[in-house]
């Protein structure tokens, strides 16, 4: 699996009670570490407000800012009212958009040792492909490898996708080209249009693989290689290229944009 350990919290392995929590440990504490899916009481509500007001009486420029495990579930923890739910199953941190397409392709080789008849077949199909039932796609667009398309998603002739994820409701029109990308919903992409971001070249079957987070900017301003994102809506014009950028929801894209994050 792709980890990285944020938090670790040491349990009662009896009742599962949260004995012990620590915020990025430098030493090691437990194997059992905290994934960020919590269930709340309502009374947490009341914990966090007399921590907010105990921290605007320090003098500190941080006095109003709170984080959940740094100051509330290090203070549950050894009160009896913090427990864990252990999962033993599959998972996969993700925290950017390169994690999301890394973690899809570790995904869908799970799914082939474990229910590979989910996957699509077929000639025009490469390595593990994850298609809607309701998705279209036509036998003369060739998909894969690492490629999930979702739900009414409408694939036309001679389409090219790998290492993607496309949403519900999208139409990519003949000829168009989808690589280390993510499309979200009810996207068009125009006919001969080119979708493209920087790979990680990361392989999920070598042991210890994970993802390194790098700022979203180098130094001189630009964005650093990544996935290519395109958001909820967007159009995109035919014969136009994206690469390596960030397009946000409800955009309709005329001409060619490269290493830009698009407001």
């Known amino acids: 699996a792709v ?21 990025k440990p430098e030493t090691y504490v437990s194997n059992t570490i905290n994934c960020g899916i919590y269930v709340l009481g309502i009374g947490v509500l009341d914990h966090i407000k007399n921590l907010f007001q105990e921290h605007q009486s320090v003098s500190s ?8 495990e740094r100051n509330i579930l290090t203070k549950y923890a050894g009160s ?19 994690t999301a397409v890394f973690s899809s392709q570790f995904y869908l080789s799970r799914q082939r040792a474990i229910n590979a008849e989910v996957l699509a077949r077929g000639d025009n199909i490469i390595g593990d492909v994850l298609i809607h039932p309701t998705a279209k796609v036509s036998r003369t667009a060739v998909l ?9 998603t409408v694939v036309r002739d001679g389409v090219r996708i790998k290492h993607a994820i496309v949403l519900d409701g999208c139409t990519i029109e003949s000829h168009a080209c989808i690589l280390y990308s993510v499309v979200g919903g009810s996207t068009h992409v125009g006919s001969w249009a ?8 990361l392989n999920p079957n070598q042991p210890f693989a994970h993802v390194t ?11 650093n290689p990544n996935i290519t994102v395109l958001g909820h809506n967007t159009s995109i014009c035919k014969g136009t290229m994206v690469l390596n950028s960030i397009i946000l929801p409800y955009k309709d894209i005329g001409h060619s944009y490269k290493n830009v994050i698009l407001l």
Request: glycine share 10%; aromatic share 8%.
């Open 194 to 201: 080119r979708i493209e971001g920087i790979p990680n070249n």
């Open 213 to 223: 987070n790098p700022p979203t900017f180098n130094e001189e301003g630009k964005l």
């Open 144 to 152: 894969g490898p690492n490629v999930t398309i979702g739900a009414n």
């Open 61 to 68: 420029s941080e006095s109003d800012s709170l984080g959940l």
């Open 3 to 23: 980890v990285s350990t944020q938090s670790t919290g040491a349990n009662d392995s009896n009742n599962n009670e949260v004995e012990h929590y620590v915020e």
């Open 80 to 98: 009896r009212k913090l427990f864990v739910f252990r999962h033993h199953g599959f998972w996969s941190a993700v925290k950017t958009p390169g």
